[in-house]
């Protein structure tokens, strides 16, 4: 399915996604095209029959919750719609947010979209920490004592409620050494308002420890809105996508002669990102790392 056939999908789930029966709705509408290939039409049936269970209370994802990694990300991962409606701090990062051309892909468009259905929900967030337990209940995770999550491959942070859940989930789970970068200032310095209140004493609702936020570039905020962001006990820094006289490739990044240009064209102290998570550094990667405090991370961007 291209872009024009997903569009009204992802504006139901944008403007009803604490109803997924009008997004079922928009799923079978969208499927009434002869043309939609059958890997499409299969994965779409699934997530039809999704939200139609989730709309009568009953949480059975059709689809990965928590992925696996890869190559490129070695870690524990979850995503989210990205763009408009879904990333409520995003700027022009809009205009090269690479979250999209996963849409190439139903299961990945699927999951993304399932996700931001979970989170919607009561029963869709047991599933998430669901999903996030049985990944820990793993023998290759349960001997160790850290396992790196990334939180929001994809999407970002859609409400301070959503904030909450993440923080007291994280809390709750020491094992994970979690990290993320956001450009959801407002919904984070919200949650942080939420700290102060009785509700939040009694449950002890906090900032959790193993949770590393980094201030992504890209978004619309004011000085004074990063400033406070800054300040947050979570925060490692800034995540700074640089825009280069020529666009890079993926494959550039880990090319030392790159970095180079890139930190001469960017004109500051900074740590260059090599593209591959979890290869920075000999200790772990510098974006999950409180040892990289206030350092500004670059990468290209692509």
């Not at 942070?157 to 709750?172: E, N, P, Q, Y």
């Amino acid at each position: 399915m291209n872009r024009q056939q997903l569009q009204p999908i992802v504006d139901a789930i944008g403007a009803h996604s604490d109803q997924p029966a009008i997004v079922a709705a928009a799923i079978w509408k969208a499927l009434e095209c002869d043309s939609i290939k059958p890997g499409w039409r299969c994965s779409m049936l699934k997530l039809a029959l999704f939200c139609e269970q989730l709309a009568e209370g009953i949480s059975k994802p059709a689809f990965t919750i928590i992925a696996e990694g890869n190559s490129k990300l070695p870690f524990l991962s979850f995503s989210a719609m990205p763009g408009f409606g879904f990333c409520p701090g995003s700027g022009d990062c809009r205009d090269w947010c690479y979250s999209f051309s996963a849409w190439r892909y139903p299961a990945a468009f699927c999951r993304q979209a399932q996700n931001t259905l979970l989170l919607s929900s009561y029963p869709g967030k047991v599933s998430i920490t669901s999903a996030l337990n049985a990944q820990l209940r793993r023998p290759k995770y349960q001997a160790l004592d850290r396992v790196d999550f990334r939180l929001y491959v994809d999407g970002d942070f859609r409400s301070s409620h959503d904030v909450a859940f993440w923080m007291h989930l994280l809390d709750k789970t020491p094992q994970l050494a979690a990290y993320g970068y956001s450009k959801s200032f407002k919904e984070l310095l919200g949650f942080d308002g939420m700290l102060d209140t009785v509700y939040a004493r009694r449950t002890k609702q906090r900032w959790p420890s193993n949770y590393v936020l980094n201030v992504s570039s890209g978004h619309r905020h004011t000085p004074g809105i990063v400033q406070a962001i800054e300040a947050l006990p979570i925060t490692r820094g800034r995540f700074i996508a640089v825009a280069m006289p020529k666009k890079a490739r993926s494959t550039d990044h880990g090319s030392r002669d790159h970095q180079k240009e890139l930190r001469d064209h960017y004109g500051k102290t900074a740590f260059t990102c090599p593209g591959s998570c979890g290869t920075c550094t000999p200790s772990g990667h510098a974006c999950g790392s409180q040892r990289f405090k206030d350092v500004d991370i670059i990468i290209a961007a692509h």
